[in-house]
């Protein structure tokens, strides 16, 4: 059991150091920005980027997908009695025609489930964080009865939950400031995570000293 114990100890901390600093990197180190983005974003990007709420990025949608729905009344109109080949032509005229309406549109979209995703994100990981810290907390009890593998069946899974959901499963994208607020909570949890762990160590240390 001993030697059970160090091989969980030594690999979670191993992997919760490596996520400490991989998180610390992405959020207060690594470039976002581009020399070329002054040439390639667009003013919807740029908005998008500058929002700081969900929602302000409906306050922007709302038109946008209106004036996107009114093209398309538009546009079936002009297709009303022609023949396939020329509705073909006709659309892709159309969207040609008013690609930038159409785009602010599919970007605000694109940003308002990013930023809804990443707001999933963070419920599950502290719902699930919980859940794991759970099982290692009463496995710990356990643990200092005996048989103590019963104990440690559900430390270990506890670890893994707790170390699983702190691991990275994003990528910059969309508005920066869910972005930063998802980042931070998997830091957060992940020292956190740390803590517990050492914790735990000092608490199986001075378990065995007891029991010599």
Known sequence: ???LQIVVFVLAMLVLAT???RHVY????????????K??????????KSSGSLDELLTQYDPARKQSDDLDKQLKGMEKNKTSDAIEGIRENFKDEHKQEYDRESDLKRAIREWEEKSKEILELRVFWAFGFALFLIGTLLQARRPAWLGMSLVIPGIIEM??????S???AGSPLE?????MNKLVFTLITIVVLIGWWAIVTNTRKQNE
């Open 163 to 168: 170390i699983w959901w702190t691991c990275p």
């Open 19 to 21: 996520l400490v600093v």
């Open 26 to 37: 992405v959020r207060f180190i690594e470039p976002r920005t581009s020399v070329l983005d």
């Open 179 to 183: 972005f930063d607020r998802l980042l």
């Open 1 to 3: 059991m001993k030697a």
């Open 39 to 48: 040439y390639d974003q667009t003013e919807t990007q740029k908005a998008i």
């Open 170 to 172: 994003f990528r910059f």
